[in-house]
């Protein structure tokens, strides 16, 4: 049932996750636990606590505000369970081969070491993606003004706007065909595939998970779609200059919280709604889904699973939209 129509769900779920390295994470309204496939074929299981996760503040609470919370609090925990989820894979086998450069760094930081390589890993990706995503796409829609063809203000947005989905969109597919990746992928529609089963209020087992579909409108890959399509409005409403590149950029950035606020209410409605206009917006992250997303197989399944369980409320009402 995967790429067929399906019968309805019977509920929203507040529930969502994201792959990690062989392995699930799910977080709910109260709980989160990330599940691992070990390298001796168990499974790891960790649950934690979310601090305010009944009641929270208020700016996680207010429309538009909220979802720029949201949004960096997914990028902070998702990095530590990727992180994590990576250091579960390694062996005494790993640490043999380790060089010595390797080992004398483990022996001089010891703990220190992982949250070093890590923040020095998410400071390589932010630059990096200020270069794919806002640099370089104004600066070859700025020469495509200036030597090819004369555009408008909200033209330039327009065409810098389609780049940017366009490097998404080449990057994941690129990402698809390295084996590591990949296996991830099929982890995320695992995730997917699981709550899918889980709204439609279905026993929880590898065989009843399997019928369902891996996309949902409520996922990461729609959210940071929509993210890069609305910034082709607000830009073009706060009529961010086209003058000075670097400027542009640093404007851009200082944008991003109002972007992210409205991508987070509109996946909230996708989320929630199944309409006319939910579907629209929903199209373009659900067919970007085939890319993210792979058909898992049964013990990707049962991390999902785990991870899942663990995250439902005693309280199943307190978890419906």
């Not at 507040?14 to 001796?40: F, N, S, T, Y």
Request: net charge neutral.
């Amino acid at each position: 049932m995967s790429g067929k129509s399906q019968p309805k769900e019977k509920f929203k779920t507040k529930i969502g996750g994201q792959a990690v390295i062989e392995g699930v994470m799910m977080r709910g309204i109260d709980k989160a636990a990330m599940a691992c496939r070990l390298p001796d074929g168990t499974i790891d299981l960790e649950e934690w606590e979310i601090k305010g996760g009944k009641n929270p503040p208020w700016y996680r609470k207010t429309p538009f505000v909220r979802g720029i919370f949201s949004f960096l609090t997914s990028l902070i925990d998702g990095y530590k369970c990727l992180t994590r989820s990576a250091n579960k894979q390694m062996t005494e086998d790993d640490e043999e081969e380790m060089t010595a450069f390797e080992k004398w760094l483990d022996e001089k930081l010891g703990d220190k070491l992982t949250p070093i390589i890590s923040g020095i890993s998410m400071v390589l990706g932010v630059v990096l993606a200020l270069l794919l995503f806002m640099y370089i796409p104004s600066l070859i829609s700025k020469f495509i003004d200036k030597h090819i063809i004369s555009l408008s203000s909200f033209g330039k947005n327009v065409i810098e706007g389609l780049l940017k989905i366009a490097v998404f969109i080449g990057y994941t597919a690129l990402t698809a065909l390295m084996k590591d990746i990949r296996r991830t992928y099929e982890y995320h529609g695992a995730e997917h595939k699981t709550i899918a089963c889980y709204e439609h209020e279905e026993e929880l087992t590898v065989e009843n998970v399997k019928k369902f579909t891996r996309f949902h409108p409520r996922c990461g890959t729609s959210f940071i779609f929509l993210v890069l399509f609305i910034s082709i409005f607000v830009n073009t409403i706060f009529r961010v200059s086209w003058a000075n590149i670097m400027l542009r950029v640093l404007i851009k950035v200082a944008l991003l919280p109002v972007v992210t606020g409205i991508a987070y209410e509109l996946i909230r409605l996708a989320g929630r709604y199944d309409n006319i206009f939910t579907r629209i917006i929903s199209a373009p992250g659900l067919w970007i889904q085939r890319i993210t997303t792979s058909e898992p197989d049964a013990s990707q399944i049962e991390c999902a699973i785990a991870a899942l369980k663990a995250c439902i409320p005693e309280n199943k009402e307190e978890d419906k939209w």
